[in-house]
């Protein structure tokens, strides 16, 4: 009964490729984040979505695009990877109001050689 | 300089010691969360806070909102509590804007038996 998963657990691809990273939820909430974890744990929030509507675009490459497909889906596109991409990956959602509880999934390991 | 800072970054105790960590942060919040990060990489929520203090088992948070500082306390440190504890805040600019939330570096705790 996972609430928040993601797929796949680890990524590691060259630079260049082109991946994407998918993220479900099934506690039906509103909100959805996709955040960037670096090499020295430092958290960042990347993008995210309220009822499949983009709401917050923080200064990400464009490289990096997220697709809501529905509510319970967010997904993040990245194109030419590069070398600095490689980081640790996390999907959140939250129902919105209060308690403004975060609902984090487990993490994707992605690695650009 | 990060808007949001904690200390220490690095925490090292004996089993049964009492911990404290802090977070300070610079701009008008709506909330605070404490979030624990496993060893194994997932992220839980342990309490949003935005006055006052909450108590859940050994764990306990306080915040001072006209100085700008919580505390995460931990009552009878175990081994298992080894793990990194990170501060959030929710923005209180924009309204409550869909809980984007603000990081600090995170503090690595190692609980010794």
């Known amino acids: 009964d996972t609430a928040v998963s993601q797929t796949p657990k680890y990524l590691v691809t060259q630079m260049g490729n082109d991946k994407s990273i998918k993220c479900e939820q099934n506690l039906g909430h509103d909100t959805m984040y996709w955040y960037k974890q670096d090499s020295k744990k430092f958290l960042k929030i990347m993008f995210s979505y ?14 990096f695009s997220p697709k809501s ?3 319970a889906h967010l997904n993040l596109h990245i194109n030419s990877l590069e070398l600095g991409d490689s980081a640790v990956y996390f999907c959140a959602s939250r129902l919105g109001g209060d308690p403004d509880t975060q609902y984090f999934g487990p993490g994707t390991r992605l690695t650009v050689l | ?4 800072e904690q200390s220490p ?16 942060y610079s701009v008008g919040i709506s909330a605070l969360h404490w979030l624990q990060q496993h060893p194994g990489g997932g992220i839980v929520s342990l309490f949003m806070l935005s006055s006052g ?16 500082h919580s505390s ?32 600090g570096q995170g503090t690595i705790l190692t609980v010794h038996p």
């Open chain 1, 50 to 63: 309220n009822n499949k509507e983009l709401i917050i675009n923080e200064t990400v490459p464009n490289r």
């Open chain 1, 69 to 71: 497909p529905d509510k």
């Open chain 2, 1 to 4: 300089k990060n808007e949001v």
């Open chain 2, 9 to 24: 970054q690095n925490l090292t105790a004996q089993e049964g010691e009492f911990i404290t960590i802090n977070c300070s």
């Open chain 2, 53 to 68: 203090k909450k108590k859940h088992g050994r764990l306990i948070a306080t915040i001072n909102i006209q100085e700008k």
């Open chain 2, 72 to 103: 995460l306390h931990i009552t009878a440190s175990h081994p298992r509590d080894s793990a990194v504890y990170i501060c959030a805040v929710r923005s209180a600019v924009g309204g409550t804007s869909y809980g984007k939330l603000t990081f």
